[in-house]
């Protein structure tokens, strides 16, 4: 990755990997495929935002943690107890440590399970999708290395006209140098509704290491999926997360409600393809750095389809001498007539030291369209502050109402109650 690092997997490494976990040839030639391309592509390159001298090798492959089964008191304390849960898959440095789901969901022929598992038991049916449409392995050294090693994550598939109305949870926690190359993909058939909630954390002390993700949606005609995700890795953990959808359906809706927030320095792409004629697609985004964290985050909305509609709105608060970047993008590609593509970026600094930046961008190749965008980046409004503190409020009282009023059209615009809760907490936890 670097003259400097040693790459820490080898093609033995992946071999035996694959073969201790009883893949099927398909998904062993793709990782052997990957491996080889990881030092002739180049990393991304995301808008304003350099990466060269991150360490994306400074990881272990295999866990040297024992995933004991159960949930711990941390995972606990995002799902509730047992007796609580429905639809919940745990896992502990890529091992499943709990897995439940509702057996009527299995009767209609849900099928709610981990990546390991379902390459065995749905082998054509993963190899359809997987890397093959939304996302490639060979895009770049990233997502060439995510092919070659995953090592956790989950498949969701909802058959045609079946309506899940229980959300389906999935919590990934990592623990020391493991490096977690987490693989999500979900499929939704024709008039089928979905909605599922993921969390990414560190457990114990924070080490130094990587976690390299990516989500894959699918969503056909007429069908819907709700994504929720809280992402809260350490510190010490350097994140490239890479979240697409592809709504290929006619009138298919897509929903993204994302909490992006990482203590450490983070790239995160969110991508979706509005291909159905009426395809919908709606990303909030919000985040809060602190200390010295690096983070960039890109949103595309990409419209082909005839009257396809997409909507973005991101909110990100900077402390300390934190700095992020903020980028939107609506492409409205030729032929795609009537389509409406509609974005807001907003960015506060709460120090002299925070940076902040947001770059709207919109590319319109077709005519017949509607399109718009609003950015904004600024510091606290002091006569708020006085306001607030002449009324007897503390400074670090003020601060913090005056950053929940901030993030608040976005939290409150979260159409997953849960998600909406967790980042709350989350919230306040970061304000503190």
Not at 19 to 41: F, G, H, M, T, Y
Not at 83 to 94: E, F, P, R, V, W
Not at 179 to 208: C, D, P, Q, R
Not at 350 to 372: F, Q, W, Y
């Amino acid at each position: 990755m670097t003259t400097e690092t040693t790459f820490p997997v080898n093609q033995n490494d992946v071999t035996n990997f694959s073969k201790d976990r009883q893949e099927p040839q398909w998904l062993k030639d793709l990782r052997i495929s990957s491996l080889e391309k990881v030092d002739a592509l180049e990393l991304p390159k995301p808008d304003k935002t350099k990466i060269t001298n991150w360490d994306f090798t400074a990881f272990e492959f295999n866990s040297t943690v024992n995933a004991t089964t159960g949930l711990s008191d941390v995972v606990k304390g995002l799902t509730g107890g047992e007796d609580k849960i429905k639809a919940l898959i745990s896992q502990k440095n890529g091992v499943t440590t709990y897995e439940k789901i509702d057996p009527s969901l299995e009767q209609q022929g849900v099928i709610f399970t981990d990546i390991q598992t379902a390459v065995k038991d749905h082998s054509d049916l993963v190899e359809k999708y997987f890397m093959k449409e939304a996302i490639s392995y060979n895009e770049n050294r990233l997502t060439a290395l995510h092919a070659a090693l995953v090592n956790g994550g989950t498949f969701l598939y909802v058959p045609k006209n079946v309506e899940v109305e229980i959300p389906l949870q999935a919590v990934y926690s990592h623990e020391g140098k493991f490096g977690l190359f987490n693989h999500v993909l979900i499929v939704a058939e024709e008039n089928s509704s979905v909605t599922y909630i993921e969390n990414y954390i560190t457990e114990g002390e924070a080490v130094k290491t990587v976690a390299n993700i990516v989500a894959e949606v699918y969503v056909a005609n007429n069908a819907s999926v709700n994504f929720g995700a809280v992402d809260n890795f350490s510190s010490e953990t350097i994140t490239y997360v890479n979240r697409r959808g592809q709504v290929n359906g006619k009138d298919a809706k897509l929903y993204w409600a994302l909490g992006q927030m990482n203590d450490g320095n983070t790239i995160s792409e969110n991508t979706t393809y509005l291909v159905g004629e009426g395809s919908y697609a709606d990303t909030k985004t919000v985040s809060i750095g602190r200390g010295n964290q690096i983070q960039n985050f890109t949103t595309n909305v990409i419209h082909f389809g005839k009257h396809s509609d997409g909507q973005i709105l991101k909110h990100g608060v900077m402390k300390e001498a934190a700095t992020s970047i903020f980028n939107g993008v609506s492409k409205i590609e030729h032929g795609a007539t009537k389509a409406n593509g509609e974005q807001t970026e907003r960015v506060l600094m709460l120090s002299e030291k925070a940076r902040g930046d947001a770059n709207p961008v919109l590319l319109i190749d077709e005519d017949d369209v509607t399109a718009g965008h609003a950015a904004s980046v600024g510091k606290i409004d002091p006569v708020q502050m006085f306001y607030l503190m002449s009324r007897g409020i503390s400074r670090r009282e003020a601060e913090r109402l005056i950053i929940h009023g901030f993030l608040a059209p976005v939290v409150n615009e979260l159409p997953i109650e849960s998600v909406k809760e967790q980042l709350i907490e989350v919230i306040e936890r970061k304000v503190y």
